[in-house]
């Protein structure tokens, strides 16, 4: 039995834009590699600008986007593609996705108290109506909340903040070990974010719940993270324990990043005829680093070699002004931006 929660090894996706034959290529997740431990539940951020690559980390991880090579294995079982519904079914019981907008997770017609029956009806967590409603109430005292606060109410009728607990709550409700949050209180209200990021802690610390955060909120992600991965282009360029990362960061892009807090784009997803800039399109398609074009300390190799991962002050980083070989030639040269 591995004593691994979550294993993340290679993953990548590359998207092919503009048509199969006729357009270009994305690699919008370049050889991504984790893993989670199963007896020590963590908090880990994936952070970085818009378009760096976290959602489709987490969709992969979720199955909802297929990966171009790489594995995800769960538990010791390979979960990169399951086809067959039971088997899906155990997964996602397991690993639950809490995602932006709540608003838009409810139906404004559907009394919210429907979706967390209906997720103990469809994972089949009870047996007894007694049994789903005590199923229920627990996830609910688990967020802070009660059956009788939210019962037969509407979304509208509830805050942003009690609707986005509610939601954690719904995910709660099969017992998961992982939760799966995609900027989950980028949508709330400043001055709820907090408490809904302490709840991750305490669910983490209550209940053995590993939390994949995925934000662009990096005062939240020191609060409350274990570990952090610094996304850029697709690749992670910074990884390991929050405080090493994010009180001395080592990456120029991690440097960069700290001193200007990006800020979430609701509007920047997805859609049918992507654009990309050509300062993305450079940088997406770059064999060296892809923060070439922007790095204050890039040098002559940084343009055409791909970055190995250097292990240096209790963290990995992906940036050659760390690696041992160019150590006494590149670097005594002049940086080239
Ligand atoms: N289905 C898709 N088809 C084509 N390109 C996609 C698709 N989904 C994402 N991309 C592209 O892949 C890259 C990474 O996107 P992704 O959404 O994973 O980044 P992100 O870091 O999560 O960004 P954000 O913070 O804005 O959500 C972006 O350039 C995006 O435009």
């Known amino acids: 039995m591995s004593n ?3 294993e993340v090894k290679d993953l990548e996706k590359v998207f092919h834009l503009g048509g199969r034959f006729f357009g270009s290529k994305l690699k919008a997740v ?4 984790f893993d989670l431990d199963a007896e020590k539940p963590e908090i880990l951020t994936f952070a970085g600008e818009t378009g760096s690559g976290k959602t489709t980390v987490a969709r992969m991880i979720l199955g909802l986007e297929t990966p171009t090579s790489g594995e995800v294995i769960y538990k010791g079982r390979n979960v990169t593609h399951i086809k067959k519904r039971k088997e899906l079914l155990e997964y996602m019981k397991e690993v639950q996705p809490i995602f932006q907008n709540p608003f838009e997770t409810f ?3 559907k009394k919210v108290d429907s979706y967390l029956f209906e997720m103990a009806e469809n994972y089949e967590i009870a047996k007894t109506k007694e049994e789903k409603q005590k199923g229920v109430e627990e996830s609910l005292n688990s967020v802070g909340l009660t059956l009788k606060e939210i019962k037969g109410r509407y979304p509208n009728e509830l805050s942003g903040g009690q609707l986005q607990r509610v939601s954690v709550a719904r995910a709660l ?3 998961p070990s992982l939760l799966i949050a995609d900027e989950p ?7 709820l974010r907090m408490s809904i990021v302490n709840l991750f802690a305490e669910l983490k610390t209550k209940y053995n719940v590993s939390v994949l955060y995925i934000t662009h909120d990096l005062a939240t992600a020191y609060y409350i993270s274990d570990r952090i991965a610094i996304m850029l282009r697709g690749d992670v360029v910074e990884f390991g324990d929050i405080d090493k990362v994010m009180l001395s960061p080592l990456h120029p892009y991690t440097q960069i990043l700290l001193e200007s807090v990006p800020q979430p784009d609701p509007e920047g997803t997805w859609k049918e005829d992507i654009k990309l800039s050509s300062l993305e399109v450079k940088e997406f398609s770059r064999l060296g680093c892809k923060f070439y074009e922007r790095c204050p300390f890039a040098m002559k190799i940084c343009k055409d070699v791909e970055p ?9 980083v992906k940036c050659h002004l760390y ?3 160019i150590k006494n030639t590149e670097k005594s040269e002049e940086t080239v931006n």
């Open 4 to 6: 691994k929660l979550l």
């Open 185 to 191: 209180v980028s949508m709330v209200d400043a001055s």
């Open 308 to 316: 190995p991962y250097v292990f240096k002050d209790g963290r990995e």
């Open 173 to 175: 409700v099969t017992r």
């Open 107 to 109: 139906n404004p017609l």
């Open 323 to 325: 690696s041992e070989e």
């Open 30 to 33: 370049n050889k991504v590699n």
